[in-house]
């Protein structure tokens, strides 16, 4: 079994041998950071010397090393163009160079290239200091030349580019010196040239400039204070000049690394020992934690061995007397199998022909796994009992096949699972799912969702409304699977050409014009379904098509017959009892249903107690018995209402004609529109006159009493007079009323003026005076016979018109005003209402 097991082995690296062709050749292309996208890189088709258009027919495409792809191949021109942004410090930090891997894959043959790109360096980043402020505490009288060593800048860009010099701020006592290690790391010392005297300067501020070599430079500064203190001879010693520890990665946050620990022989405040990190990088910062008081230095970020194998750091103890000691610190990282391995497709087949033949090649893929030793060896399988096979090729590829035939009546689709497995411990595993269609050929027909169809839709609807929609299934896919619809000629009940089309492509039917449901109740068509293939599948369906009835019919008199040009009179004996059948109406409604329910309904009456109907059966009754004081002619507008939503109404007009009594029944059909009584408006205009005739008294007497006031005569009156003017009956009217010597009545009168409180629009009344109150038949006063004599013929032919259309006894021709009876005084008062056009019989003073 096992001489069988290797032969096959065997076999298998023979078959891929045969089937790939892997070149080993590189193809090296160099491009600066920060490009924008859609920048060109290079030429494959140059540097592989290939024809053009070859990569397009052997469907080339790059596999990155990563899940990032920053690059991206035009398969046409053979131009490698930049997809994303890339930036070097991020890809590779301090390394250099800085290449980005992948592989130039060509297949039909199949040839994998190794495609190197080195990142170029460019001067994006400015030097800078980890601290804004740096802080030193130097004794007094130390020796000139000490130095003081200083933090360095970090800049994240290479060679020319990176920090090339250091300047300090002029001054008397300091200076730098600048060294340059093998790394090419700069070392800056601050070193005294002249000692420092704490009694004259306890202060010092100096700024140092870190220069880069780019094009422009940049510069980072940081803020030096100096603080000048008492003397402090000893320095803090550490135990021992370097620590090393050795940690695994991904510990928990608070984790203890390492304990430094320094000693000083000095006392008090000069003993007292603080630590601090000391020209470290920014990221030592973020990664651990130091403990300035205990020297523990603890976990703080995440140690990742896959990103920095080893961290070197410098740690500093400063005393209190501003002297400070060194030690270095080694930790080394231990690699964890925490990367699970990475499954990247290269090359994919989606759909497969069901009758695709065994051995064709599904999908080109690759395992990596960013662990080291144990930890990065993977392996690959696929699930069982599928028609495919996994075969392995050199450098971790692996093809997918097909072993087996296909149905896609049976399975439409396979999702193969990839399972990639690495040896480490605990073992980590990873999954990539590959869906492939299978595609099929014509040999199914549409079915429609139903045997039949019916739909529904209310009359009177706008042209092209969408009545309903018929669906049908194709099992097929794609093209085969594509429905068209269609309504068959000459099938149905052959309304199809004026009533109703159909959507091709969603089977939507829509009306073509607007249908009445008092001409058609509905029909029938016949649609067919058919799919894309070739040969064309078929089915077909019957669809129902019911039309509802809508409320669009008003009801419509019989009778009387509505819209006809002679009125329709009916005759009722004036000796009608109550419950008189004075007539029936009768309505219909073209709808149907409960639109079609009619009521009835008295709209306008001249009498509505006297008459009332049916709502159900359209009689019209007497309410009551009918006496004298009915009017002969009586108009009645009946209304008629259907049951729909909204309702519709139709009116007619009947009228009734009271009569004394008939014996012939066409006694009661009479045209009585010549009979009507001419309207007496004698008594409206004999109104108007009396109203305009006070109207016009009422303004001569406001005016006469604002000239009296303003010109009056007696300084010794308490009062001043004010005389109505009335429209005189002759030309000497002014003499009679007025006084000999001063043209005013002997006694001082006052009239106020009384009105309603609607008297803008309803009543109007006569001056009353205040006081004092005299009768005409005074003798005391002067000019009273013509003054009275005006009034009292105004007064008399109001009342008298006023009496005329109460139907009373007027006043000149009252017996008791012709034998002597109560006369009217000056100041009787006669209300008007203007609204009614009746006069009101007011009280005489």
């Known amino acids: 079994m096992e001489n069988c097991f290797w032969k096959r082995q065997g076999l298998y690296v023979l078959l891929s041998f045969s089937f790939l062709r892997v070149m080993c050749a590189s193809i090296r292309f160099s491009v600066p950071e920060e490009k924008k996208k859609g920048f060109l890189v290079g030429n494959v088709l140059k540097k592989l010397k290939l024809e053009a258009g070859e990569l397009s027919v052997r469907k080339a495409h790059l596999a990155a090393e990563g899940t990032q792809e920053y690059f991206h191949l035009d398969i046409q021109t053979g131009d490698l163009l930049i997809k994303d942004n890339i930036d070097r410090e991020a890809l590779c930090g301090q390394n250099d160079p800085c290449v980005l891997l992948s592989q130039l894959v060509l297949e039909n043959p199949l040839d994998i290239f190794n495609t190197e790109i080195k990142i170029e360096d460019v001067n994006d980043n400015a030097p800078k200091f980890w601290k804004n402020e740096v802080v030193l505490d130097i004794p007094e009288n130390i020796p000139e030349t000490t130095t003081f060593p200083l933090e360095s800048a970090q800049d994240e860009d290479l060679e020319e580019n990176s920090i090339q010099n250091y300047t300090l701020s002029p001054n008397d006592h300091f200076r730098l010196d600048v060294q340059r290690n093998k790394d090419g790391n700069h070392y800056v010392d601050l070193v005294l040239e ?220 396979y999702n193969i699972t990839i399972t990639a497995i690495d040896c480490g411990s605990p073992r980590l595993t990873s999954t990539r799912l590959i869906n492939v269609q299978i595609s099929d050929i014509n040999d199914n027909p549409p079915l429609f969702e139903k045997p039949s169809y019916d739909m529904q839709i209310r009359e009177n609807h706008i042209p092209g409304l969408l009545i309903g929609s018929v669906h049908a299934v194709d099992l097929d896919i794609k093209q085969n699977a594509k429905v068209t619809y269609s309504v068959l000629p000459g099938k149905g009940d052959g309304l199809l050409p004026t009533f109703i089309s159909i959507h091709s492509e969603t089977g939507n039917l829509y009306a073509l014009r607007s249908l009445d449901y008092e001409q058609i109740r509905g029909f029938r068509v016949t649609v067919m379904a058919s799919d894309g293939g070739s040969p064309s599948l078929s089915s077909e369906v019957i669809v ?96 008629v209402r259907d049951n729909g939503l909204p309702p519709q109404t139709s009116t007619a007009l009947l009228n009734v004609l009271l009569v004394d009594g ?24 004999y109104l108007v006159i009396c109203l305009a005739a006070v109207s016009f008294v009422f303004l001569v007497c406001i005016v006469v009493f604002i000239v009296v006031k303003f010109l009056k005569k007696d300084p010794q009156s308490q009062f001043t007079a004010a005389v109505p003017h009335f429209p005189p009956a002759s030309a000497d009217a002014p003499e009679n009323c007025a006084d000999s010597q001063n043209g005013s009545l002997p006694r001082t009168y006052r009239y106020d003026v009384c009105l309603t409180g609607g008297s803008l629009s309803s009543e109007f009344r006569f001056l009353r005076p205040l006081f004092p109150v005299f009768s005409v038949g005074d003798v005391n006063v002067p000019g009273k016979s013509r003054i009275s004599s005006d009034i009292k013929d105004t007064s008399e032919q109001i009342v008298n018109i006023a009496a005329k259309k109460q139907g009373k006894v007027p006043l000149s021709e009252d017996p008791a005003a012709k034998s002597g009876g109560p006369s009217c005084t000056v100041n009787q008062a006669i209300g008007v209402n203007m609204n009614s056009g009746q006069s009101d019989w007011l009280s005489y003073h």
């Open 194 to 413: 002249k000692s420092l005297d704490r009694e004259r300067m306890a202060h010092l501020g100096l700024t140092l400039m870190a220069i880069d070599g780019g094009v422009p430079k940049k510069t980072g500064t940081v803020q030096i204070n100096i603080n000048v203190l008492d003397n402090n001879d000893n320095f803090p010693l550490f135990s021992k000049s370097e620590y090393k520890a050795r940690v695994k990665e991904n510990l928990p946050q608070g984790t203890l690394v390492v304990k430094v620990e320094a000693t000083d022989l000095d006392l008090g405040s000069n003993a007292q020992i603080l630590y601090s990190f000391h020209r470290v990088l920014e990221r030592i910062n973020t990664l651990f934690f130091l403990n300035e008081i205990t020297g523990e230095i603890s976990v703080w970020g995440q140690i990742d061995y896959e990103k920095e194998k080893s961290y070197s750091m410098n740690i500093r103890a400063t005393d209190g007397g501003g002297l400070s000691g060194h030690c270095n610190i080694l930790i080394e990282i231990e690699d964890e199998n925490d990367n699970p391995p990475e499954v990247s497709i290269i090359s994919l087949t989606n759909t497969l022909k069901e009758d695709s033949p065994p051995d064709t090649v599904v999908a080109v893929f690759s395992v990596r796994d960013q662990d080291s030793g144990d930890n990065s060896k993977t392996g690959c399988s696929v699930e069982m009992n599928l028609p495919f096979v996994l075969k392995g090729t050199t450098n971790n590829f692996y093809q997918l096949v097909l072993q087996s035939p296909l149905d896609r009546e049976t399975v439409t689709e």
């Open 544 to 639: 129902r098509i019911h039309i509802i009835d809508e409320n669009d019919n008003a009801p419509f008199f019989l009778y009387p017959l509505q819209n006809n040009t002679s009125p329709c009179n009916e005759l009722v004996p004036k000796s009608a009892e109550a419950g008189y059948l004075v007539t029936k109406v009768v309505a219909v409604d073209a709808d149907s249903g409960q639109n079609s329910w009619l009521s009835y309904e008295l709209l306008k009456a001249t009498d509505p107690a006297l008459f009332s109907i049916g709502a159900q059966n359209g009689e019209v009754k007497t309410r009551r018995a009918l006496n004298e004081r009915d009017t002969n002619k009586q108009r009645l507008v009946i209304l």
């Open 662 to 685: 008939f014996s012939d029944p066409f006694l009661r059909r009479v045209d009585v529109s010549v009979q009507e009584p001419e309207e007496d408006k004698t008594l409206t205009k």
